[in-house]
């Protein structure tokens, strides 16, 4: 995220491209996402399992999605959170990395070859 975020971000995964662009990916069933206010979304747009920390404004957020045991876990700043969701709908493809941004923010997308130590394979 960059110094624009001031406002909620949302970032995960959708099982599904064809979703309202006027809502976040993870308002329904097809996403998975860790959201700025320290908790976790997957279908529904105002609850979630509170998870990690909050973030905003500026951050390094890690993604990783193990599609073999069909388990998304989340880093920030290299520490890691652990497993934040289980499904089996995680095991089959495809699959698109997926962000919602609220008013006012940005981030930069970034995909590594190297997966770091903290994320269990």
Request: glycine residues 12%; charged residues 20%.
């Amino acid at each position: 995220m960059d110094s624009r975020t001031e406002n909620e971000l949302k970032i995960g995964v959708s099982t599904s491209n064809q979703f309202q662009l006027n809502t976040a990916f993870c308002d329904t069933n097809i996403g998975f996402a860790y959201y700025g206010l320290g908790c976790l979304r997957h279908g529904d747009n105002s609850n979630g399992k509170q998870y990690g920390k909050q973030f905003k404004k500026q951050g390094v957020l890690g993604v990783f999605l193990n599609m073999k045991k069909g388990q998304l876990s989340f880093a920030l700043n290299g520490e890691y959170y652990g497993i934040g969701f289980e499904s089996e709908s995680l095991k089959k493809g495809p699959i698109w990395p997926a962000v919602a941004l609220l008013h006012i923010a940005g981030c930069k997308i970034q995909y590594k070859q190297d997966i770091p130590k903290y994320f269990i394979l």
